[in-house]
């Protein structure tokens, strides 16, 4: 039989990244398996299910680089793929529980509409292995007969979930281990109405480094897809990252691509425990997939991003690719570009105390005002002009007042630039220009 795997979000809010990890492992062993992959929109909350939630949903599975062969976008056989639209279908197989007598009408619910209960078994045990975990046992007398259609008549979670699992085909249910306690009573409706058990793969959740629930409040940063995207982690990095949360490639390789995943993503591979996030391992990748990129292809992704912080940028794009040259060994995210190139923009920061010293260092007028002399005499400054200019700045002051080349050109750096480090300063000067490089040594001259 065809191995079919799906997701099951519930669109309760902008997507997190606990959830595309489970997809993502979903989507992997599936995958690997050579099975199918079906999303489907768990919307059996309607109160707390919003449409902009599932389309947040869908475009944060794309953008991670998942893709699935049937889901609400797409269509397919097994249709509709959003659980609110299966009604009708939730409502038959509650009759058919009924008419088992494996679900009952429970008259004392203090409410006018009856709920509808299923009925658990009330001794021995429940059995069932986990693929991952291996066999898991629940004493049925703790077991109490769960509400399965409400009093409105619409259903919950535990039958819309057997029974699309069911109606879907669904050979392979990946999910959270906060789900394992749900997994008796699905199995008690699968085997009430004869279907064949799934196998389950109940995935740990990510911890923090506090080995806690990830959390809005951590400082490191948010969970939420979207912190990730605008901070500027690259799609690629995260897909690489949360692989690595509790799948071992081989041969510990930490650098894995989809083909990896096709190969090797095997249930044997994975880990039962829970896998600890580690922004400084995600940062270290996000670099990494930063340094693939052209200096063309690194500007494009920039862009956007300093047009947001700096404005429209009326630069031409060889400026660009040249700024990008510049700053990107700095970067481990995309939004670093914006504190790495804030020199770029007018007006430039303003230099702290550190800076200010400098600035008020004995020879510090003499070099800026030398250096105005120099740039008023070229016509268009450059980065190998800028070069030859501080070269011989810095022969003259250290011939004339034997100063060495970290003080010759720490005044300038903070004068240009308000910091006291940065990239190489002639392709700074190259990227500001003539004008502007006078105009800012000028001001810093005054504002002494
Ligand atoms: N809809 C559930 C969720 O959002 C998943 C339940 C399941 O996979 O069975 O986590």
């Known amino acids: 039989m ?45 109160s707390r299910n919003r449409a902009e939630d599932v389309q947040a949903m869908i475009d944060a599975l794309h953008w991670l680089g998942l893709d699935w062969d049937e889901g609400p976008d797409i269509g397919g056989d097994c249709g509709p793929y959003v659980q609110s639209h299966r009604r009708e279908r939730h409502a038959a197989v509650a009759a058919l529980l009924l ?54 008549g619409s259903p919950l979670y535990h039958l819309a979930n057997a029974a699309d699992d069911h109606d879907m085909g669904i050979t392979h ?128 992704l920039i862009r956007p991003i300093l047009e947001e912080a700096y404005g429209a940028m009326p630069v031409s794009a060889e400026w660009l690719v040249q700024l990008t040259r510049t700053i990107r060994d700095e970067l481990v995210t995309l939004q670093d570009a914006v504190d790495s190139a804030e020199w770029a923009f007018d007006p430039p920061p303003l230099p702290n105390d550190a800076g200010q010293l400098e600035l008020a260092a004995p020879h510090a007028p003499a070099i800026l005002m030398q250096l105005i002399a120099e740039l008023a005499a070229v016509v268009i400054l450059d980065a190998a002009t800028a070069s030859s200019i501080l070269n011989g700045l810095r022969r003259q002051f250290r011939q004339q007042h034997d100063l060495n080349a970290r003080a010759v050109l720490i005044p300038i750096r ?29 001001a810093s001259l005054r504002h002494r």
Not at 106 to 114: L, P, V
Not at 414 to 419: D, E, I, P
């Open 173 to 300: 249910v990946v999910r959270g281990d906060d789900w394992i306690s749900s997994t008796p009573i699905q199995i008690a409706i699968f085997r009430a109405l004869d279907w064949p058990l799934p196998v389950w793969v109940h995935l740990p959740l990510i911890l923090n480094k506090e080995r806690r629930k990830l959390s809005k409040r951590d400082p490191e940063g948010g969970y939420l897809v979207d912190d990730f995207r605008n901070a500027g982690y690259l799609p690629q990095a995260l897909f690489n990252y949360l692989l690595l949360l509790g799948w071992s490639p081989d041969g510990e390789q930490e650098i894995v691509s989809k083909w990896d995943v096709y190969k090797q993503f095997t249930i044997d591979r994975l880990s039962a425990s829970a896998p600890i996030f580690d922004w400084g391992k995600l940062n270290w990748l996000n670099r990494h997939y930063l340094r693939q990129y052209s200096d063309e292809d690194l500007a494009g």
């Open 99 to 152: 008419e088992r007598g494996a679900a009952y009408v429970d008259d004392s619910a203090e409410t006018r509409q009856k709920p509808i209960r299923l009925r658990m078994p009330s001794e021995g045990v429940t059995i069932f292995d986990d693929a991952l975990r291996g066999s898991i046992t629940f004493d049925n007398a703790n077991l109490p007969d769960p509400i399965i259609v409400r009093g409105d």
């Open 2 to 46: 065809m191995p079919r795997f799906r997701f099951a979000p519930s669109p309760t809010g902008s997507p997190h990244v606990g959830t595309l990890h489970t997809a993502l492992f979903s989507w992997g062993l599936a995958r690997a398996l050579g099975g199918d992959v079906i999303l489907r929109i768990d919307d059996t909350d309607a």
């Open 414 to 442: 903070v004068a240009l630039t308000g910091k006291l480090e940065g990239p190489p300063l002639h392709e700074i000067m190259g990227l500001l220009g003539k004008q502007r490089c006078l105009d800012r040594l000028a």
